[in-house]
């Protein structure tokens, strides 16, 4: 299965989430200004794209890594492709 996501890119803008269709909240575009909490969350979510094409260039051309971190960077990008719960 792969994660059908909104497309970005995801900017804080003037203390909204957004991306090109407009602010993002809770899963709605709505007109609600962002807390601390969500501005957090909302900065994660804008380098949540940047992350996941890091892990896949890095798994793809590295030539060791300590098996930990490929097993959890195998991990984190399956969860981000939506292959595992």
Not at 37 to 59: F, Q, S, V
Not at 64 to 75: G, K, T
């Amino acid at each position: 299965m792969t994660a059908q996501h909104t497309p970005g890119p995801w900017v804080i803008e003037d203390g909204w989430l957004q991306n090109e269709r407009g602010p993002f909240i809770d899963g709605q575009y709505l007109s609600v200004c962002m807390s601390a909490t969500r501005l957090a969350d909302g900065n994660l979510i804008t380098a949540a794209p940047d992350m996941k094409a890091a892990l896949e260039h890095i798994l793809a051309g590295a030539l060791w890594l300590p098996r930990f971190a490929e097993e959890e960077a195998r991990a984190a990008l399956a969860k981000a492709r939506g292959e595992v719960a």
